[in-house]
């Protein structure tokens, strides 16, 4: 009898200022800009067996400043960039919703409405995963759900380390948060390595 495929893990990436560079409420696909190291970042960490989910908070379209049309023309171009450098992503889930949402109902980070539905959708065990990005939302996910959240000094990352206080761990960037997950799969302790 063959046995059941373990689950999959993931690394959950925040896209503004994580894996494009942040213009605030981009609209205009002209404006995407993949930041520098951020599609090898995410090759090396497929490499890894790990799936890769976009995990965006898009309240401009909530505020009215850009249209659902013009978020899918983004988000096209960022696909369109990203296969460019070889990476294919697993999933992309975002949420509309704007900051004072009631909390036990919206999908805005870091709520774990989008972060559940990727996990049931793509077959993914969040208590192995990791969840990256610029702000604190992007990371604090990590508490409710397990893993490992891991905060990037890009974007609004420097503004953001300080309120992070040593509860989670810093880096540079996209490429050097993929080094350090690398890193935490060998290490005796660390996560369990993939299947």
Request: hydrophobic content about 40%; aromatic content about 6%.
């Amino acid at each position: 009898m063959k046995a059941a495929a373990a689950p999959r893990r993931a690394v959950f990436a925040d896209r503004d200022g994580t894996i494009i560079e942040d213009r605030r409420y981009v609209a205009d696909p002209a404006l995407v800009s993949l930041i520098p190291g951020a599609p090898e970042a995410l090759l090396r960490l497929r490499e890894m067996g790990f799936a890769l989910v976009v995990v965006t908070n898009q309240s401009g379209i909530g505020r009215g400043l850009y249209t659902l049309a013009d978020y899918r023309r983004v988000a096209a171009e960022v696909k369109r960039q990203l296969a460019a450098a070889g990476v294919v992503v697993d999933g992309t889930y975002f949420c509309t919703d704007g900051p004072g949402g009631d909390p036990e109902t919206t999908c805005r980070k870091p709520s774990p409405v989008m972060y559940r539905t990727a996990a049931a959708a793509l077959g993914i065990e969040t208590g192995g995963s990791y969840f990256v990005g610029d702000k604190l939302s992007d990371v604090l996910p990590a508490r409710t759900l397990g893993g490992t959240g891991i905060l990037v000094r890009t974007g609004h990352g420097r503004g953001e380390e300080r309120r992070v206080a040593g509860s989670f761990p810093v880096v540079d960037d996209l490429a050097e948060a993929a080094a350090l997950i690398g890193r935490l799969e060998i290490r005796p302790g660390g996560p369990r390595p993939m299947p």
